[in-house]
């Protein structure tokens, strides 16, 4: 079988057979999704402590190069709820320039995780770690958009959550009634417009609604203008940023998070999207294209920026099919900021506040996490981990601690199911005789020979079970001449399982028993000879059929 191509965009294959028909489609999904992204740039960059322009940078930039480059049919990108919390603590902590920094170094991870093929690293997320952060993300986006959702009369939002809760307390009394009027005549508007349409969407019904009566009432509230200015209805040049080496060390981390959000997210939305076309992202291409999205859209300004489920989600609903629909949806957006650029600065942040707290509802996996509530324990314990360390320490923090607890939990599963037990002395005990004769291909079917001791070993050989081979096959006052440790089950061996099996077989040269492998797989062959313990147990005394095995050991203990 021919081997994929690293990097092969999808527009490539698409092309080869596009039509008038498939045209009107993504013309259709392209002009939708392009509306909709429109109020979610300028929010998502908003939530995230940067200016407006950057989110609509992002959304157009990086949104253009991800379906140019991609490997899905369908994929829309740009930024996203989940970067929103990363984005606020870097820009808090190192300033633009270290955001920048860090997008790139990200990109460069993502363009790196391509060319490694690992493509499929969706698969090796644990499910309780994702829902754990993507929820505690909802949370944290709910909590930081009280301030202009109730346009409380206050300074600068604190950081950390329980302070900012605190502080919307001591604020409550300057509640600003005509805003709080609007922000729920926004959510009322969010909430029931789709029972009404689908097709539009209704945040941009919410924005242009709110927007008129503010402006024709006159109505004194808080607007993208009054805090950030006018829109330039430009790009930028694009600037290196300035960022020293200390620094620099200091924003590996938070890239390795940008990277790891942002190959979950948009290889989950891939995904998604390929079970409503019946399509096949091809995920390695997908990598690179995101990360060097990720690498560009910086230098003219953009943040962080990934694959968007609810956004390819209504490209695909809205006649979307191939990446073009995408590079119209950017295209789109620019065409709108040029044009209608300066009435953006009329919106009011009210509006804005109602759209990111239905966002974080959507988000807020709030099934799936009941649910997961009710699974095995260790489960649990890395999804409350991974919940509560995104609220109340750091998202970086959470996805290290998740990453760290799923793979004691991985070891802890492996361990349950690797066993090495002791077949002849089960079967002069007569326990589990009846099961062992029953088995397929059963070592009890044999004449095992006098002086000879046989162990089974099932599972995978690495270093979480390496002190289980050590307990079990315990020599004793009075070894046999030979132990013959039947493999047929280990399909895996790392570098400790192969140290294990090495002091196994010097414990026995000590005690004067030879060790035989039998029934020994590829890969644990293949691991033995390449460290050289092959040699050193002996290729005759390592074998792959038992009863060849069998005979040897015989022969050996006369």
């Not at 390795?256 to 019946?278: N, Q, R, Y």
Request: hydrophobic share 50%; proline share 4%.
């Amino acid at each position: 079988m021919k081997q994929q191509p690293i990097f092969f965009p999808k527009i490539l294959s698409t092309l080869r057979n596009y039509s008038l028909s498939t045209f009107w489609g993504d013309l259709s999904g392209g002009v939708i999704v392009g509306i909709v992204a429109l109020p979610l740039a300028i929010a998502f960059a908003i939530a995230s402590g940067v200016t407006p322009e950057r989110g609509l940078t992002t959304a157009i930039i990086a949104g253009l190069l991800i379906s140019l480059l991609g490997g899905s049919r369908v994929q829309i990108g740009g930024p996203t709820g989940a970067f929103v919390i990363i984005v606020y603590n870097i820009v808090e902590r190192y300033g633009i320039d270290g955001l920048i920094v860090a997008t790139i170094m990200a990109g460069v991870m993502l363009v790196l995780m391509g060319v490694l093929r690992l493509g499929s690293i969706i698969k090796f997320i644990p499910y309780p770690m994702t829902v754990g952060f993507t929820a505690g993300i909802a949370v944290v986006i709910f909590s930081s958009q009280l301030k202009d959702f109730f346009g409380f009369q206050m300074g600068a939002l604190p950081a950390d959550f329980v302070e900012k809760w605190g502080s919307y307390f001591h604020a409550f009394h300057t509640l600003d009634v005509t805003t709080f009027g609007l922000s729920v005549a926004s959510l009322l508007i969010l909430v029931l417009w789709p029972k009404i349409s689908r097709k539009i969407p209704g945040s941009i019904i919410a924005i242009l609604f709110v927007t008129a009566v503010a402006q024709f009432f006159h109505i004194p509230v808080e607007t993208i203008g009054s805090r950030f200015g006018v829109l330039p209805s430009h790009f930028s040049l694009p600037v290196w940023p300035h960022v020293g080496l200390a620094e620099l060390k200091l924003l590996i981390g938070p890239a390795f998070t940008i990277a790891m959000l942002g190959s979950i997210e948009s290889l989950l939305s891939a995904t998604v999207a390929d079970g409503m076309i019946e399509g096949r992202t091809r995920s390695n291409t997908e990598l690179i294209a995101q990360g060097i999205a990720n690498i560009v859209s910086p230098l003219f300004g953009g943040i962080p920026a990934t694959g968007a489920i609810a956004r390819t989600a209504t490209n695909v609903k809205n006649g979307g099919r191939t990446p073009v629909a995408g590079i119209i949806h950017a295209a789109v957006l620019l065409l709108i900021v040029l044009v209608f650029g300066a009435w953006v600065r009329f919106i009011p942040m009210c509006v804005l506040s109602a759209i990111l707290i239905v966002v974080s509802w959507h988000m807020s996996e709030r099934h799936a996490f009941k649910a997961l509530l009710r699974a095995p324990k260790m489960d649990v314990v890395v999804l409350l981990a991974t919940f509560f360390l995104t609220i109340f320490v750091d998202l970086t923090v959470a996805v290290e601690i998740g990453l760290l607890l799923s793979v004691f939990l991985f070891m802890k599963r492996m361990t349950d199911v690797t066993n090495v037990r002791q077949i002849t002395l089960e079967l002069q005990n007569g326990k589990g005789e009846t099961e062992l004769r029953d088995e397929a291909d059963s070592t009890s079917r044999r004449q095992i020979p006098p002086g000879v001791a046989v162990y089974e070993a099932e599972g995978a050989f690495f270093f979480g079970v390496a002190e289980m081979l050590r307990d079990t096959l315990d020599i004793g006052k009075n070894p046999p001449k030979v132990i013959l440790l039947r493999m047929r089950h280990v399909l895996a061996l790392d570098a400790t399982g192969i140290r294990a099996l090495t002091d196994l077989r010097r414990t026995c040269k000590k005690m004067g028993t030879l060790l035989i492998l039998a029934g020994v797989q590829a890969q644990p062959l293949q691991a033995l000879e390449r460290s050289g313990e092959l040699e050193k147990f002996g290729r005759e005394n390592v074998l792959k059929n038992f009863d060849q095995a069998l005979r040897h050991a015989g022969e050996c203990a006369t």
